[in-house]
């Protein structure tokens, strides 16, 4: 039984307990159903019933994903997305519901372009975490960093989630970074790559892993959890060192680490000769995201085309990126 505030909105009539079960499936997969899924998904129930009917039809889906006024294409492209799963789902369940046409998954054009790093600017990032100048009041700084930046890097963490965890989140004898409840009340298990392993390893012997409510990475001036504006500080002084910047000059967003990770992850599976709707719903649930759609997004950033990916066929290796000491 689905108690959530946001269900008690949703209108009686054939459809609902189809939505109910949908979502109960999707809880029940571990997916987080966001509270602007659940409104999209209120929509959808309520136009749906609106037609009267114990089917969904050719020209109800022509009906429903029409453009008009007032819908961006993003939006529509998140109806596309939850009306093609639901349309699955309830035909599984005996519904006479028609497939969702491919005519209607489209690219959703942004100007939103990350800065993507190189190989070789990762490694001039990871050279100068690993040579900050030592400071008067404290060196923590030179302990910390290094291992920031490598599990920012490695894991594509979000920097609220990294600078959340405790001592108790990180399993170093595994490899296994713990999230909880991270954007959108996401937790989840991160197992990284064996040279990462070795580095949080290293790491975890020279802080007391025995407080395990204690910060993993400590701000040397409060001894608690380090903050974001201390990394909006210490990034661009390393990415000036580094050698770092944008097209226009400027150094990039810290954010734009994570973009990496996703990209060249997403470019690795690929490669592989994966299924690109295989490839997307690992990438997701490994970094957190709510909506396949925040991960399809990467597919326009990788350096080659995807059709051409798709259609190599190589054996799968490790989906994730190792980390140089």
């Not at 789902?89 to 939103?112: H, I, N, Q």
């Not at 009340?185 to 949080?200: A, D, M």
């Not at 020279?206 to 210490?234: C, E, Q, R, V």
Request: with cysteine; net charge positive; aromatic share 12%.
């Amino acid at each position: 039984m689905i108690n959530d505030k946001e269900f008690l909105k949703f209108e009686e009539g054939f459809f609902k307990p189809y939505f109910e079960k949908f979502i109960e499936f999707k809880r029940g997969k571990g997916e987080k159903v966001a509270h602007s899924t659940m409104i999209r998904l209120r929509k959808l129930n309520n136009s749906l019933n609106s037609y009267h009917e114990n089917l969904i039809s050719t020209k109800m889906v022509e009906e429903l994903l029409a453009p008009h006024d007032g819908l961006s294409e993003l939006e529509r492209q998140y109806i596309v997305s939850n009306l093609r799963q639901f349309c699955s789902f309830v035909a599984l369940l005996g519904v006479d519901a028609v497939d969702v046409p491919r005519k209607y998954m489209r690219t959703v054009k942004s100007e939103f372009r990350p800065y993507i790093f190189s190989d070789t600017e990762l490694q001039r990032l990871v050279n100068a975490a690993d040579t900050l100048p030592t400071a008067r009041r404290s060196n923590t700084h030179k302990l910390v960093y290094p291992v920031l930046v490598r599990i920012l890097i490695g894991t594509g963490m979000r920097i609220g989630e990294t600078l959340a965890l405790t001592r108790d989140d990180v399993d170093p004898l595994n490899g296994i970074i713990h999230v909880i409840n991270g954007k959108n009340g996401v937790s989840r298990y991160i197992p990284v790559s064996e040279s990462l392993k070795k580095i949080i390893w290293d790491y975890a012997k020279n802080i007391d892993m025995a407080y395990g409510n204690k910060p993993f990475f400590t701000s040397s001036y409060t001894g608690g959890h380090l903050t974001y504006d201390a990394m909006k500080y210490m990034f661009p002084k390393m990415f000036k060192v580094a050698g770092i910047c944008t097209a226009s000059g400027k150094t990039p967003n810290i954010h734009s680490i994570r973009h990496t990770f996703c990209t060249r992850s997403l470019e690795k599976m690929l490669k592989s000769g994966m299924d690109i709707y295989t490839a997307i719903p690992i990438l997701a649930a490994y970094v957190g995201h709510v909506n396949y759609l925040d991960t399809e997004k990467y597919i326009h950033f990788t350096e080659q085309d995807h059709e051409y990916l798709l259609q190599k066929e190589s054996s799968l290796r490790s989906l994730f990126p190792e980390v140089k000491i």
